[in-house]
């Protein structure tokens, strides 16, 4: 016998209780694998933990969380400062893929700040000079999503045991659905005989809960007799 479960939520992490519980053949192995996954791509790269432009020491601009290209974070900027008659220019090299940026006044990087995404290490930045980023820009935080399937074993992130089912990256812009249906089901080995509970979290290359700012997430589980 098989079973499909179906479990939706708005959050990365969703449950599904089963009463009665599910008894599986104590005599015999189960494997469980991913059918399908869907969400919307709403996958933020600022967010509360980074959405600060500290500018003359002491003043500050919140950007609202959201998922913003280079150009996109240049623009809101320049709106808010121009209302103070601040000149400001943040643009990308795509060879080098370092950002650079030019000002009229001084500008603070630091914890809580857009400095990270921009490439950028802790530091000031003087004003009337041509500033690049000591890195890259990571304007892409989630480089991997990760399904995480609380009665399945067998894979590792990191070099630790986890119970990820299945590894993919969005190929759709933000704003749009992800659907996630992979050709080849992998089937990991199940952990109990008895299922009361399955709790499915929606995690990062780091293991890091992805945010998906409350839209909803559905995932569909086959599990089934493993075959001798």
């Known amino acids: 016998m098989s079973y499909s479960f179906v479990i939706s939520g708005n959050s ?26 869907e969400t919307f791509n709403a996958i933020p790269n600022i967010d509360e933990s980074n959405n600060l432009f500290i500018y003359n020491f002491n003043k500050q601009i919140i950007i609202p969380s959201g998922s913003y290209e280079i150009d996109d974070i240049n623009k809101l900027l320049q709106k808010e400062l121009d209302k103070e008659n601040l000149s400001f220019n943040l643009f990308p090299n795509n060879n080098t893929l370092r950002t650079h940026i030019k000002s009229t006044f001084p500008i603070t990087f630091k914890k809580g700040t857009i400095g990270n995404i921009l490439g950028f290490k802790d530091q000031e930045l003087i004003q009337n000079k041509e500033h690049i980023s000591d890195l890259p820009a990571e304007i892409i935080r989630v480089n991997a999503i990760n399904i995480d399937c609380s009665i399945a074993e067998g894979s590792y992130l990191n070099g630790q045991p986890v ?52 839209e909803t997430v559905t995932v569909r589980l086959h599990l089934k007799k493993l075959e001798e």
């Not at 015999?28 to 399908?36: D, K």
């Not at 190929?171 to 709790?199: A, H, L, M, R, W």
């Open 12 to 37: 990365a992490i969703i449950t599904a209780e089963f009463n009665p519980p599910i008894y599986l053949d104590e005599n015999s192995s189960h494997v469980i694998g991913l059918i399908n996954f």
């Open 163 to 214: 119970h990820i089912i299945h590894q993919f990256f969005p190929s759709v812009s933000p704003g749009y659905k992800i659907i996630e249906s992979p050709q080849n089901i992998i089937y990991f080995p199940v952990t109990v005989k008895v299922i009361d509970k399955i709790i499915i979290k929606i995690v990062d290359q780091e293991g890091d809960i992805v945010n998906f700012r409350g």
